[in-house]
């Protein structure tokens, strides 16, 4: 008597996996942001993320023997491994091809393309906990040091108002030892005060004559405020001027939120770093990170509204959920998997794409839309035949292969013939 059942044990596992694809990734990921090409860091991502899905699907099978039963063995076994890295390299290869088409039409900029550099930093009593060494000062002094003679810079100090203002001045020799004067008065300053990130960035927009230079704000915070985002996004877009935020290491999970945020919302970008003495690396990289398009992450606010990328990023994704599913269909060596990949995880990968695309233009944070692209693009479902002979035992094997199982007619007949041998005897 046989038996249609649904992989339960195959489903879990590629699930699993699709959640250590994630973890591994996204540790790489947020490693080698900024050191490596996007081409590489998506095809990095990608091809991790698929290798841990298809080697949980292995082992899975390899334990259970739901699909292929006793006949997949030995050689076949180490054909599925072999399959779950030529598949991993692909990944890899797609994603990295799919970033460069994704992000063509961008011109990278460096920190040498902004001529008027405003820092508003963050004095409140939190960032005694964030940066108790005070770091933030020595930073923008060190930053003003390798802007040459062309570069203008204002800063601004605030709590729960701005507190401090050096005006916009060439960032020569002298202006830094007459910043690091001003700074001293705020070094080991006792304050309690809160943070007002919205006024700073108000007083901020207020007092910056552009006089046709380009400009960027630099925000130094921990992020904990209160800021209506849509108007201070509405002013500085009007301005053209992106807002780079910097976190300070341990700014919590709201404060990060917001400076991503704003960050995104004004074609600038965020970053935390544990070491505010690489401040002038770390803007750098932001700067030049904002003028690229990353299938992982969200678009410039100037670039959302493009119907190009929309469609791009969605198709692109719907490919990679496909891929992924013929390599774990290649890795557990099923035909019964192979014809899923243009349906099952066709309209996985849609809803991936369709959930990175849309999601990126919430609040919500960016890392939890690529937890759910990797736990789409793990999802499968398969069923197997499981068959029972007279009570003694069970065998189980694939479907659509028909082997690692034996009919039950058959098992009957060959039950049978010792004792017609015996009769006509």
């Given at each position: 008597?046989?038996?249609?059942?649904?992989?339960?044990?195959?489903?879990?596992?590629?699930?699993?996996?699709?959640?250590?694809?994630?973890?591994?990734?996204?540790?790489?990921?947020?490693?080698?942001?900024?050191?490596?090409?996007?081409?590489?860091?998506?095809?990095?991502?990608?091809?991790?993320?698929?290798?841990?899905?298809?080697?949980?699907?292995?082992?899975?099978?390899?334990?259970?023997?739901?699909?292929?039963?006793?006949?997949?063995?030995?050689?076949?076994?180490?054909?599925?491994?072999?399959?779950?890295?030529?598949?991993?390299?692909?990944?890899?290869?797609?994603?990295?091809?799919?970033?460069?088409?994704?992000?063509?039409?961008?011109?990278?900029?460096?920190?040498?393309?902004?001529?008027?550099?405003?820092?508003?930093?963050?004095?409140?009593?939190?960032?005694?906990?964030?940066?108790?060494?005070?770091?933030?000062?020595?930073?923008?002094?060190?930053?003003?040091?390798?802007?040459?003679?062309?570069?203008?810079?204002?800063?601004?100090?605030?709590?729960?108002?701005?507190?401090?203002?050096?005006?916009?001045?060439?960032?020569?020799?002298?202006?830094?030892?007459?910043?690091?004067?001003?700074?001293?008065?705020?070094?080991?300053?006792?304050?309690?005060?809160?943070?007002?990130?919205?006024?700073?960035?108000?007083?901020?927009?207020?007092?910056?004559?552009?006089?046709?230079?380009?400009?960027?704000?630099?925000?130094?915070?921990?992020?904990?405020?209160?800021?209506?985002?849509?108007?201070?996004?509405?002013?500085?877009?009007?301005?053209?001027?992106?807002?780079?935020?910097?976190?300070?290491?341990?700014?919590?999970?709201?404060?990060?939120?917001?400076?991503?945020?704003?960050?995104?919302?004004?074609?600038?970008?965020?970053?935390?770093?544990?070491?505010?003495?690489?401040?002038?690396?770390?803007?750098?990289?932001?700067?030049?990170?904002?003028?690229?398009r990353n299938l992982l992450e969200r678009r410039r606010a100037s670039d959302v509204a493009q119907i190009l990328p929309m469609i791009l990023r969605v198709v692109f994704i719907t490919l990679l959920g496909v891929l992924t599913g013929v390599a774990i269909a290649m890795t557990v060596d099923s035909s019964a998997l192979l014809r899923l990949p243009l349906l099952l995880h066709g309209l996985c990968g849609l809803g991936a794409g369709l959930i990175m695309e849309i999601g990126t233009r919430t609040p919500v944070p960016v890392?939890?839309?690529?937890?759910?692209?990797?736990?789409?693009?793990?999802?499968?479902?398969?069923?197997?035949?499981?068959?029972?002979?007279?009570?003694?035992?069970?065998?189980?094997?694939?479907?659509?292969?028909?082997?690692?199982?034996?009919?039950?007619?058959?098992?009957?007949?060959?039950?049978?013939?010792?004792?017609?041998?015996?009769?006509?005897?």
């Open positions: 008597m046989s038996e249609k059942k649904f992989d339960v044990s195959l489903f879990l596992c590629c699930l699993m996996g699709g959640l250590l694809g994630f973890m591994a990734s996204e540790a790489l990921y947020r490693l080698v942001t900024g050191g490596l090409p996007l081409i590489l860091q998506a095809g990095i991502y990608f091809a991790v993320t698929a290798l841990l899905i298809c080697l949980s699907g292995w082992l899975c099978e390899m334990v259970t023997g739901n699909l292929r039963g006793a006949s997949w063995s030995g050689r076949e076994i180490g054909l599925g491994l072999l399959m779950a890295v030529l598949f991993t390299l692909a990944l890899g290869l797609a994603g990295g091809l799919f970033q460069f088409i994704y992000g063509l039409g961008y011109q990278n900029r460096t920190i040498s393309n902004i001529q008027d550099y405003i820092v508003l930093i963050d004095n409140s009593g939190s960032t005694y906990e964030t940066d108790p060494n005070e770091e933030r000062y020595s930073s923008v002094v060190a930053l003003a040091g390798n802007l040459d003679e062309t570069h203008r810079m204002m800063v601004k100090i605030f709590e729960d108002e701005v507190t401090g203002t050096f005006p916009m001045t060439e960032t020569t020799p002298q202006m830094q030892s007459q910043l690091s004067q001003f700074f001293e008065q705020y070094r080991r300053y006792d304050t309690m005060g809160g943070t007002d990130i919205e006024a700073a960035l108000t007083s901020a927009a207020q007092e910056y004559v552009p006089e046709g230079r380009s400009a960027a704000v630099l925000l130094l915070s921990d992020g904990e405020s209160d800021v209506d985002v849509n108007s201070v996004a509405q002013t500085y877009n009007a301005l053209g001027i992106p807002i780079y935020c910097v976190g300070f290491s341990g700014n919590g999970f709201s404060g990060s939120q917001l400076l991503d945020l704003i960050a995104n919302s004004t074609d600038g970008y965020y970053c935390e770093i544990d070491q505010l003495s690489n401040l002038s690396q770390t803007v750098n990289q932001m700067i030049s990170l904002s003028n690229q890392w939890i839309l690529r937890l759910l692209l990797c736990l789409l693009l793990s999802v499968t479902a398969v069923s197997f035949w499981k068959t029972a002979f007279d009570g003694s035992f069970t065998a189980s094997g694939g479907s659509f292969y028909g082997n690692g199982s034996i009919p039950a007619a058959d098992l009957k007949k060959k039950k049978q013939k010792p004792e017609d041998e015996k009769s006509l005897l």
